[in-house]
């Protein structure tokens, strides 16, 4: 069983979102390999992963910025302003790819514009660990397994005012890491079993144009509160782990330079609301919540050092084209994650494409560091028809 907990931690290790290992000098403690000191873990934290290269690209800031197909996970309140009457999204993107080649996250997501003032939606995200083999205490082979995740969403957005919307998702997540194993055989009880749970997400968002400026800009702020949800369990035990819940705050402001030009700035901050490490395990899911904004063991200045953020900018040509830089950063004792991302970003008549790059600033090393994250859009625009039946609704 030794060897079989060490896998399991080790395969909780990769699915992290923290740095994997440092550079140049040698590991000797969790910590030094974790980059953190008293950082923060959840179950599933695959759900934290950004699944489209246009966020990606600009620095993982998005609870704010312009809606498209892939909204819904940033931010569902924004949603119903996506400008399209239908539309989808697929998004790949690899994982360890300096290492294996058969790890990955995949994102499928579709939206519906009911009428001007509603929007549904529905989603898919699944993250494949690979192929791994468990072995027992004696080096002998227990079994060959390939790990998975996936999470399902329904989104529904209002707007209820031409400025201020809101929104919410219902999500389903199953984790399967080692599928059902028992070290005493069928008889004798299972150790590990695969994890599921529900969680909710609620956002808002405010969008105010100023009409007065030169050529036109707009201010938006949003914040959403996702993979809010009781814990989960990977045993029969009494042993539950938190879902990743977090708060999001932010804003975004573009400015139209000239009729063929327009930059958008984003600035995005997050913060896990789950307890600080050491917690009281019996604690539960709803009380960890709220009380992570004071249980910090070195008080409001660790508090503070939990919050992450996220810079992003974006430029658009003639709505055709577009560049983006972002940079991500995180306190170095709750997980050192410090990076720049690049993107650039296509887009003509029904159709789009993104693609984003990752680079670590902090000489650590990174899941996604040199791989290429890919995104393909669709949205399809009403016919008159369609759109006269939306306004008289």
């Given amino acids: 069983m030794m060897i079989f907990r ?23 403690t969790p910590d030094d390999l974790l980059g953190q000191e008293n950082a923060i873990t959840t179950a599933v934290p695959f759900l934290a992963i950004s699944p489209d290269a246009r966020s990606a690209g600009m620095g993982d800031a ?52 009911i009428n001007r003032e509603q929007v549904v939606a529905a989603s898919l995200k699944y993250f494949d660990l690979g192929d791994i083999t468990f072995t027992d205490n004696q080096g002998g082979v227990i079994n060959d397994f390939n790990p998975r995740e996936f999470a399902f969403d329904v989104t529904y957005s ?46 808002v968002y405010y969008n105010k144009p100023f009409k007065k400026s030169a050529h036109g800009s707009t201010l938006s702020l949003g914040a959403a509160l996702t993979n809010v949800g009781s814990k989960i369990s990977y045993t029969d035990g009494e042993n539950r782990d938190y879902m990743p819940t977090n708060l999001r705050l932010g804003s975004a402001f573009t400015t139209n330079l000239d009729p063929y030009n327009t930059i958008t700035f984003a600035l995005d901050f997050n913060k896990l609301m789950v307890p600080t490490p050491p917690s009281d395990p019996d604690q539960s899911w709803f009380g960890g919540m709220f009380g ?49 991302t690049v993107g650039v970003g296509f887009r003509k008549e029904r159709f789009g494409f993104d693609v984003a790059y990752l680079v670590p600033t902090n000489k650590r090393e990174h899941p996604l560091s040199e791989t290429i994250r890919f995104t393909l859009l669709f949205q399809i625009d009403q016919t008159a028809r369609e759109l006269q039946e939306s306004v008289t609704d």
């Fill in 292 to 340: 992570s904004f004071s249980d910090a063991p070195g008080g409001f200045a660790e508090e503070m050092r939990e919050i992450m953020t996220s810079v992003g900018v974006e430029y658009w040509y003639n709505k055709l084209f577009a560049a983006r830089l972002g940079y991500f950063n995180e306190a170095a004792t709750k997980g050192n994650r410090k990076y720049m």
């Fill in 158 to 203: 209002r707007m209820l005012t031409e400025n201020f919307s809101i929104g919410g998702a219902l999500r389903y997540v199953r984790s399967n890491l080692t599928g059902y194993f028992s070290s005493q055989g069928a008889t004798g009880g299972t150790d590990s079993k695969p994890a599921s749970g529900v969680a909710v997400d609620f956002g």
């Fill in 6 to 28: 060490v896998a399991l931690l080790s395969l909780l290790l990769c699915v992290s979102t923290i740095p994997l290992m440092a550079q140049g000098n040698p590991v000797t």
């Fill in 62 to 113: 998005g609870v704010a910025t312009s809606a498209d197909a892939n909204a819904a996970y940033w931010n569902a309140a924004k949603l119903v302003h996506v400008e399209k009457a239908y539309g989808g999204s697929i998004s790949y993107t690899p994982w360890l790819g300096k290492i294996v080649n058969d790890m990955w996250v995949g994102y499928l997501s579709g939206f519906y514009k």
